[in-house]
């Protein structure tokens, strides 16, 4: 990888997500030598990934150059790679570029779709983990209202204007939101000789309330906001098979239609040489201790969605959001140095700042530590939040534009079918 050693210990880090970033912004001034790895040549801003899918937003607002986050430590070094594999006896990573020696290692690959090994549903429906993800998913929602003016078969059309939403969580209900806004406010005057009121919006959920990691009045005020919109809310449903054109459940509910939208979980992306079963989750996020060393070492670490740290207040470790995942980053900078310099280091603790999700224009859901509000000052929180934590001037100052633009002509100007999607299973 023509990286040269140095006198200073080196650090790998895999992954170039909240935790990545966090873990290298903290270590790349000290006398360390950094080195991040990630088959992306940028960090992404996940959590506004469903209006990019929805056409809210333009890809490069939410992402941001990692070398540009970096550029001006002196010892850090940054390769476009592939992770395959990790030498647990050389202490080498093995990717596509080459392999490479590590004295620590970090792992922050982050997360991934978990379809729970249904093969056709990981087939056909679509995932919005990615910035490639939510440009697919544009263009087929678009794409289908074009396929819809054309056909003559009632059944055809109605398909390809129903869309499915597996998953109640955050993700789900944001973009469930979106699309009720984009059909009301959007399709009418994009598509005037098609009656966009038959289009229909189903939000399923396998328990009996949406938003679960939030409070019972968070989650029903959030299932009144999208009923509101007119968004079916199916609860103590779960889907079971999808075919490409037909949703089956473990009830009397089938749908038909051309979209199936997977936002029903996730699990940690696993690296081969760590996947042992001893030291894995079933939800194949590896498990660490206090300090978040891999079980077995004490040279490895892992840190965010992929890192599972038991407690008495998470028995199934932390919740894989970004605020866990920057906080452990953060602490594990400090725990290094004192690991190297042969100090004690310190427990993790994860501060609960609060859970949140906007429904659409005006409404949103926030639960603070001390405080539970929904409604308008909960929508213009969630925006202040997401904007403060997105990197970068640029993107805060075009996001903050987009918003305000497609909240006075009530209007979202990036629905573009910039590459159009033919499906050949799930890209």
């Known amino acids: 990888m023509n990286i040269k050693r140095t006198s200073f210990p080196r650090i790998v880090i895999i992954g170039g997500g909240f935790a990545g970033v966090a873990l290298a912004k903290r270590l790349s001034k000290q006398d360390l030598q950094v080195v991040l790895l990630d088959k992306n040549n940028y960090h992404t801003f996940q959590p506004l990934l469903y209006q990019v899918s929805t056409g809210g937003l333009e890809p490069d607002s939410i992402a941001y150059p990692i070398r540009k986050i970096l550029k001006d430590f002196p010892n850090f070094h940054f390769r476009l790679a592939d992770v395959e594999e990790i030498d647990l006896v050389k202490n080498e990573v093995i990717t596509n570029i080459g392999e490479l020696k590590f004295d620590y290692l970090v792992v922050a690959s982050g997360s991934k779709t978990n379809y729970f090994g249904n093969a056709d549903i990981e087939k056909y429906s679509m995932a919005m983990k990615t910035i490639p993800q939510s440009l697919n998913l ?14 003559s078969d009632l059944n055809e059309r109605n398909a390809l204007m129903n ?21 009301k406010g959007i399709l009418p005057k994009d598509y005037p000789d098609l009656d966009t009121r038959l289009a229909q919006i189903h939000v399923i959920q396998s328990g009996d309330t949406i938003l679960k990691g ?7 005020k959030a299932e009144d906001f999208l009923e509101k919109l007119g968004v079916n809310v199916w609860k103590n449903v779960r889907v079971t098979n999808y075919d490409g054109k037909t949703v089956t459940t473990n009830t009397d509910l089938i749908f038909e239609t051309a979209t199936l939208i997977w936002a029903a979980g996730v699990k940690g992306a696993l690296i081969k040489g760590l996947d042992n079963e001893g030291g894995v989750t079933k939800e194949n996020r590896l498990l660490v201790n206090e300090y978040n060393q891999v079980k077995g070492f004490d040279h490895i670490f892992a840190i965010g969605d ?28 400090e ?45 213009y929180v969630w925006m202040f939040v997401h904007l403060f934590f997105l990197i970068g001037f640029r993107n805060r100052m075009v996001v903050f534009v987009n918003w305000v633009y497609n909240y006075v002509r009530f209007d979202r100007e990036a629905r573009l079918i910039i590459r159009p999607f033919k499906r050949k299973g799930n890209t």
Do not use: H
């Open 163 to 183: 869309f499915v939403i597996v998953g109640g969580g955050p993700t789900g209900v944001e973009l469930a939101g979106a699309l009720a806004e984009i059909k």
């Open 214 to 220: 939030m409070s019972a009045n968070a989650s029903q």
């Open 138 to 151: 544009r263009s087929l929602i678009l794409e289908n209202f074009e396929d819809a003016l054309l056909t």
């Open 335 to 379: 725990n290094i140095l004192r690991f190297i310099e042969g100090r004690p280091m310190k427990p993790f603790t994860y501060k609960n700042k609060g859970v949140m999700a906007t429904i659409g224009r005006n409404k949103a859901v926030v639960d603070l530590k001390r405080f539970k509000f929904q409604g308008v000052f909960a929508w």
């Open 306 to 333: 992929v890192a599972c740290m038991v407690s008495d207040e998470c028995p199934r470790g932390l919740p894989m959001m970004a605020q866990p995942a920057i906080q452990q980053g953060d602490q594990l900078g």
